[in-house]
């Protein structure tokens, strides 16, 4: 039978235990980032991290993100717009509600229904 005052896994004088998952480097992936500069920034992180959507350009400070042809912050000089958003301009909202109050009238009309 065991000694049950035995502290099992203490000796007196014997060295410190080791650590050596402290100097295991962590698993890490590399991620690049572009800026609107076209500035290619590649960082490492680890592996089980989520990647930041945004990363700020060490060269010029621009916000850069992971999709190289759709960097963050772009402007054009005319942007890109649907066309529901050139109608919009034109538009306000209660005019929209109104031509489509008319054209659902218009079709139920058409279908026979008041
Ligand atoms: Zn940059």
Not at 57 to 65: E, F, Q, S, T, Y
Request: aromatic share 4%; proline share 11%; net charge positive.
């Amino acid at each position: 039978m065991s000694n049950g005052n035995v502290i099992r896994g203490a000796r007196v004088g014997s060295a410190p235990p080791r650590h050596p998952e402290r100097h295991r480097p962590v698993p890490c992936r590399s991620v690049s980032f572009w800026c609107r500069n076209g500035h290619r920034t590649d960082i490492r992180i680890a592996a089980d991290a989520a990647t930041p959507e945004l990363w700020d350009c060490p060269r010029c400070g621009l916000p850069a993100g992971p999709d190289a042809q759709d960097p963050p912050g772009r402007v054009r000089a005319e942007p890109y717009k649907t066309h529901l958003a050139y109608v919009k301009e034109r538009r306000t909202d209660a005019e929209g509600e109104a031509i489509l109050a008319e054209a659902l009238a218009a079709l139920r009309h058409r279908r026979g229904r008041p």
